[in-house]
């Protein structure tokens, strides 16, 4: 990839918003058990904000009757970065609008565009991220999340056509390969954006998942104790295990896999592995997405 072309692509999975039914049951999931920050609303129609690192959030979840996911939010560089990218994309006769200020005050960013990509999924591209220099203020004691230039974490989805969507976030957004991996009816592809092993994956329609959904989200924290308490707090709770305790095989993530009020998993890990030259990267085939553990449990 050419220094114009990484000019134009994006750099980490900045934020998510969700539209979700039940905002208590989020409340009590993400604060006293996960261990994020939960932001004060300031009115009704107001979402919840969970900030796990320095930016002002990282995931919005605002009260609906209909469970959906609302945007992905995708990093650039910059103010010009974002124009670039936006008419690259307008010029391969996709659909993309300027966010009003309103909505870029709503995700804390100073600019952004929106689109959907070719499976539908509300994408948004932005710079100028809001932070927050204050402590991470948490429920209970975290050492903290890796975020920081490294984005989010990651965000699966499911496709009826996942090379074409992947044709699309690697052609038109700048992404990179990371590997495949093959396994019973699923199959993945996983891309990264900056060093951390994937921020995006696709999967085709399996485990009863159809198109248009939202697999999992994945977070990762700065101990591996992190993980243990978490996982503690969830089973004391009788919050839906979906997979227990394990390691995956491409990216090392020690890990397990929750199901949240919204029907989606979150991924709760630490030790994910990190691609460091681009130019030494082996792109590879795997059989299996486990090394140990991850056993299913719903």
Not at 21 to 46: H, I, N, Q, S, Y
Not at 220 to 248: F, T, W
Request: include cysteine; proline fraction near 4%; charge should be negative.
């Amino acid at each position: 990839m050419t220094k114009g072309q990484l000019a134009m692509s994006v750099t980490q999975l900045g934020y998510i918003g969700f539209s979700v039914k039940d905002l208590e049951a989020w409340r009590t999931l993400a604060g006293p058990m996960l261990g994020f920050e939960l932001r004060e609303r300031v009115g009704d129609d107001a979402p919840l904000y969970l900030r796990l690192d320095e930016n002002h959030h990282r995931v919005a979840l605002f009260p609906a009757k209909v469970e959906s996911i609302a945007y992905i939010g995708w990093e650039v560089a910059d103010f010009d970065a974002l124009e670039r990218l936006a008419e690259r994309i307008a010029g391969g006769g996709i659909e993309i609008h300027r966010g009003t200020e309103e909505q870029a005050e709503t995700r804390k960013v100073h600019a952004f565009y929106a689109l959907q990509d070719p499976e539908g999924f509300p994408v948004e591209i932005f710079c100028g991220a809001m932070l927050d220099d204050a402590p991470l203020r948490t429920d209970r004691p975290v050492s903290g999340y890796v975020c920081g230039e490294l984005g989010l974490g990651h965000i699966v989805l499911i496709a009826k056509d996942p090379k074409g969507l992947a044709d699309f976030y690697l052609k038109t957004l700048g992404f990179r390969l990371s590997d495949y991996i093959a396994w019973d009816d699923a199959r993945g592809t996983f891309l990264h954006c900056n060093p951390r092993h994937h921020s995006l994956a696709i999967l085709n329609e399996c485990y009863g998942l159809k198109a248009g959904s939202v697999h999992h989200i994945m977070v990762q924290a700065e101990a591996m104790d992190d993980v243990g308490r978490a996982y503690d707090l969830v089973m004391k709770n009788k919050v839906p295990i979906a997979l227990s305790l394990g390691k995956h095989s491409n990216d090392h993530m020690t890990s397990f896999y929750l199901a949240t009020p919204s029907g989606f998993e979150i991924e709760y890990g630490w030790g994910g592995r990190l691609i460091e030259d681009e130019e030494t990267w082996r792109v590879q085939r795997y059989k299996s997405p486990k090394l140990w553990g991850h056993n299913r449990a719903v």
